[in-house]
Nanobody, 124 residues
Framework: QVQLVESGGGLVQTGGSLRLSCAAS????????MGWFRQAPGREREFVSA????????TYADSVKGRFTISRDNAKNTVYLQMNSLKPEDTAVYYC?????????????????WGQGTQVTVSS
């Protein structure tokens, strides 16, 4: 049974940092693209960042570019999202996702496995 478990969320002040982790189990995702999405109350789930299988390619939403960094440790079957210079508009539940594809995609439909999410709250 495949599981993605996010951790590292919490409450932080504007300008602060958090590091999210997503640990996968049940299968190896070293050659699969993985991504982070977020969903704020009353809004649709939106793309944040993704990393290709092997980690050679990354992509970011314009709203987080330059502030967030995605990375992966295939030996640990884990993907990370380092979030710096956080803003109140970054407040959301953050979801980890894994795709059957090697290449990155920015749409939810291209991801096959999802975690339960971790809450990130940025206070002003």
């Amino acid at each position: 049974q495949v599981q993605l478990v996010e951790s590292g969320g919490g409450l932080v002040q504007t300008g602060g940092s958090l590091r999210l982790s997503c640990a996968a189990s049940g299968r190896t995702f070293s050659m699969n693209a993985m991504g982070w999405f977020r969903q704020a109350p009353g809004r649709e789930r939106e793309f944040v960042s993704a990393i290709s299988g092997g980690g050679g390619s990354t992509t970011y939403a314009d709203s987080v570019k330059g502030r967030f960094t995605i990375s992966r440790d295939n030996a640990k079957n884990t993907v990370y999202l380092q979030m710096n210079s956080l803003k109140p508009e970054d407040t959301a539940v953050y979801y980890c996702a894994a795709s059957h594809s090697v290449v990155v995609f920015t749409t939810t439909q291209m991801y096959n496995y999802w975690g339960q999410g971790t809450q990130v709250t940025v206070s002003s």
